[in-house]
């Protein structure tokens, strides 16, 4: 990835939202640390998956890059293009090559528009004529997604939750985009229809080349669908690598603990050991100094409160995992969730 | 609290303002002498100096608006006319009377009709929403729900005459409206406001009903209500205690509204019953063109208006503890 | 059913719940019957509109009388709930049987404090004092696991975080030592690590109190953590019941079988796409003839004579095993391809 420009690659990036209050003026008084000093780079056609719970920021990040937000500070560039601070102009021609899939399904599709008229507002904005027409390219598009063309002229409410988030891609595919970010496309729908969305999107993934920033909480889907992880806690990268390393060997105790509180819909003669985090994520208004995830860590000493721990390659990894830790775990003892590649071995 | 209050009259302070200075454009804008029009029919050109001398129309609109605004705090003399003290809103030169003292003559009158027609349309109207919201799609509610807005459409002037042509004269249950002031006879102030408090709240309470009822129903269908239900509670305590309370916010908002528009006098209702409130007032400053007169109206009104807002603004603090005022 | 000495303490049979709307019957719940053993947690499994939710809240009454039709008996601890007066079930309401629900933010109530929710559950129900209610609740709300109950009592749920708001939740349900406990969603709206602690909080209590726990959820890993027993429900009925084990290892009916195959997993094979179950949820207006999976199930035309779209099939169980299907076991073993998952142990 080194040799060639990425795609998208962020550095430092951070936003702070200002809170208001003060006497008898109202001023800032404070910053929501939401996202603060992000480095990421994602490839061509690489699905980079970007895990945390709520509050990591990682609904923000995926606003800042698509510059729905704008940042604090940090850089953003898109093909070498720097568009941290782009005005709607200049901000144009990338924000059709960037496009966005929501988690709402319901609300993120505009109720009194056929789907037709939903598929081809983002060509219509762009002044895009797609040879043979606006209307067979949408018909076209909804083949692809695995609807049937004939529901052009259609509602949203026509359908199911599972098929609105078809529209949902379908849409952002209408632009045929570089890059797509993904907040949550699957938390919203039902377990049975989670796994025909997610495999459509690898589809779209993979026959058209385009990149993902794949945004959700699902440890197991983003395993499924990006080839690179990141984990973030508190608006910061705690942990960033290839899906084997990440999963196969985490390195960071918040990604182990992560990991270990999935749960699995099988069932263990011996029950597997699982580390319990205490208490709930801090307030991003007031982060705790130096490692943010030491108030809940089990590690954590004198250190990790006076020096925030950088991300990198820390011993033991392999090239591009990155880790944030002062102690990271190697300890084996700690049983490691498994990532089995090969399906002879399911017996 | 003590900071939202400071906070918050600052900022009607600073509403008030603009308001006063626009409403004093739009009315000494109009291209009309103000001062030939407050002489009157008998006036004498000595007369006309005079009034022109004190609305001080030669100097420049800034100066004028000035003049008015210290005259709040300071008061302001009106040479062959008498003094205004402060606070002073003004001179009616149509009534030869400073503009307070009218209207703080006249703001009982609206004010008994505010308040005995703000407890008939708040009782009727709460209570018949609520039994509304119990009885859902039962025949009581769909009653009330049609009772409503058959009232709502209603006019005060087409039911307020009907009312009085009935009542009044017909059958002569009811006395003739007008207003004793409480003090001298409470027997009278009550009879003689009865029928305009009435019809004035017949109209308020269908809009109250109608809020009430859906207020209610949009609360009874919350999950923390569900919950209240799930630990054992009766219906009537979640209905009373957990709903209701939800459902308060809404209306105390409106009221909030409504308390400054009838506090600035309901022209229409008084026109009907003859009452000499402030909107008689403020319809015979318009018929007069007495421009200081309804200047200082709408001044009045508009304070009532923003008071109403803070409180408003205070109470929904108390019913909500999500709400915190800083 | 069970053919043990003990009584069920909790025994549904045939429950019926039909909704009527303007669009016509809803029927959320058609035909659903089982046991539940003291002490034990059933898990039951459905998607959205499966009427996993609509069930429960029918057990403790809290259906809408007016356009809800139940039929069945409910029987709790050999009392008869269905068409009981209102007296008698606010009587059991957070007493015998309380329930936790999904989101703790809009189903605690804004404006009481949380120590005044939790401590008027326990003044209804034994008529204490207020103080002595105020002192429950600070001791419920030590027992999951708050810091600083005896200041936090006095604060609203919007001072809470998601996670201690379950918690205060879980305290309310408790306060009166109910028997059985019902768990709507208790841990969807949460974190992962968040969900984690609430379910070792549930399980704790369990056992401490001896709670029979019916904990309701969508998600078969979590199923897989808390539950001893668990229910399937498809469009309104049981398709499949059995032990945690049975059903998560060897399911039997296509539905369950469907829905563990289409989970990805931690150790499912990256290179191999999911595999999901085609079409959508029925509607309950108007649901699917015989069974009602039948659309979306991709063995129904191995089933000779059409018998699926044609006939219902009927759940028989044998010692708390069982499934409602037409296909035969041997072609069941045939179909049912390992799954990926699962069998890696």
Known sequence: MSSTTPLLDVSGLTKHFPIKGGFPIRRTVGHVQAVDGLDFQVGEGESLGLVGESGCGKSTTGRLITRLLEPTAGKISYQGKDITHANRKQLAPVRSEIQMIFQDPYASLNPRQTVGKIISGPMEIN???????????????????????????????????????????????????????????????????????????????????????????????????????AVMYLGKIVEIADREDLYGNPRHPYTRALLSAVPEATVDDTPRERIRLQGDVPSPINPPSGCRFRTRCWKATEKCATEAPPLVQVEGNKPGHLTACHYPETDEATPAPRLSKDPQTAA | MLRFLVRRLLGAVITLLIISAV???????????????????????????????????????????????????????????????????????????????????????????????????????????????????????????????????????????????????????????????????????????????????????????????????????????????????????????????????????????????????????????????????????????????????????????????????????????????? | MTSTDQQPFLSIKDLKVHFSTEDGIVKAVDGLSFDLVRGKTLGIVGESGSGKSVTNLTILGLHNPDSTKVEGSIVLDGQELNG?????????????????????????????????????????????????????????????????????????????????????????????????????????????????????????????????????????????????????????????????????????????????????????????PLNPIPGSPPSLLNPPSGCRFHPRCTFAEKVEGGLCSAERPLLEIVDGRGSACHLSADQRAEFFTDLAGSAAN
């Not at chain 2, 027609?117 to 769909?142: E, N, R, Y």
């Not at chain 2, 015979?284 to 709408?298: A, F, I, T, Y």
Request: aromatic share 8%; glycine share 8%; proline share 6%.
């Open chain 1, 127 to 229: 002044n895009l004529n797609p040879a043979g027409g606006r209307e067979k390219r949408v018909r076209e598009l909804l083949e692809i997604v695995g609807l049937n063309p004939e529901h052009y002229n259609r509602f949203p409410h026509e359908f199911s939750g599972g098929q609105r988030q078809r529209i949902g891609v379908a849409r952002a595919l209408a632009l045929e985009p570089k890059l797509i970010v993904a907040d949550e496309p699957v938390s919203a729908l039902d377990v049975s229809i989670q796994a025909q969305v997610v495999n459509l999107l690898q589809k779209v993934q993979q026959e058209l080349g385009i990149a993902f920033v794949f945004i959700a909480h699902d440890l197991a889907v983003v395993r499924h669908f990006s080839q690179r992880v």
């Open chain 2, 23 to 326: 409403t004093f454009m739009l009315f000494y804008a109009v291209p009309r002498d103000p001062a030939r029009i407050a002489c009157g029919k008998l006036c004498t050109p000595e007369t006309l100096e005079l009034i022109r001398h004190n609305m001080g129309i030669s100097d420049p609109m800034p100066v004028q608006f000035w003049h008015w605004l210290s005259g709040i705090f300071l008061g302001r003399e009106y040479p062959g006319f008498g003094n205004c003290d402060a606070p002073c809103l003004g001179y009616s030169f149509v009534n030869r009377e400073p503009v307070l003292a009218t209207i703080l003559d006249r703001f009982p009158t609206t004010f008994s009709l505010f308040l005995g027609s703000s407890v008939v349309f708040l009782v009727f109207g709460i209570g018949t929403g609520m039994l509304a919201a119990l009885k859902q799609g039962k025949p009581t509610d769909k009653i009330a729900s049609s009772a409503s807005l058959v009232a709502s459409s209603m006019q005060i002037y087409f039911v307020g005459t009907l009312a009085l042509y009935v009542f009044v004269y017909q059958l002569q249950i009811l006395d003739q409206p007008g207003y004793t002031p409480f003090s001298e006879n409470p027997g009278a102030w009550f009879s003689g406001l009865l029928l305009p408090w009435l019809i004035l709240a017949l109209i308020f309470t269908a809009n109250y009903t109608r809020m009430t009822r859906s207020q209610m129903v949009e609360q009874l269908q919350e999950d923390y209500v569900r919950t209240a239900r799930a630990k054992g509670l009766s219906r009537p305590n979640v209905f009373f205690r957990f709903a209701w309370r939800g459902a308060m916010g809404p209306i105390v908002t409106i009221f909030g509204v409504d308390v400054g528009v009838l506090l600035g006098g309901g022209m229409i209702t008084e026109k009907t019953f003859s009452i000499q409130g402030i909107g008689m007032l403020s319809l015979k400053s318009v018929v007069n063109n007495d421009l200081p007169m309804l200047l200082g109206v709408m001044v009045v009104t508009a304070t009532f208006v923003v008071l109403a807002n803070i409180v408003v603004d205070a109470c929904y603090a108390l019913i909500d503890p999500r709400i915190r005022l800083a």
């Open chain 3, 84 to 272: 009981a007066s209102e007296r008698t079930l606010e009587k059991l309401r957070g007493n015998k049987m309380a329930m936790i629900f999904q989101d703790a933010l809009t189903s605690l109530s804004p404006y009481h404090t949380i120590g005044k929710q939790i401590g008027e559950t326990y003044r209804k129900h034994t008529g204490c004092s207020k103080q002595a209610a105020r002192e429950r609740a600070i001791e419920m709300l030590k027992r999951v696991g708050i810091p600083q109950p005896e200041v936090r009592v006095d604060d609203y749920p919007h001072q809470f975080s998601g996670g201690m708001r379950q918690r205060a939740m879980i305290a309310m349900a408790l306060v009166c030592d109910p028997e059985l406990l019902i768990a709507d969603e208790p841990t969807t709206a949460l974190d992962v690590t968040v969900q984690a602690q609430i379910m070792d909080l549930l399980k704790d209590l369990q056992q401490e109190f001896g709670t029979s726990i019916i904990f309701i959820t969508h998600d078969l890993g979590v199923i897989a953590d808390i539950a001893d027993d668990v229910l399937v429900m498809y469009g309104g009925r049981c398709v499949e019941r059995g032990t945690k084990k049975e059903v998560l290892r060897d399911p039997q009916h296509p539905y369950t079988w469907g829905l563990l195959s289409s989970m990805p997993s931690l150790d499912h094979p990256v290179d191999v």
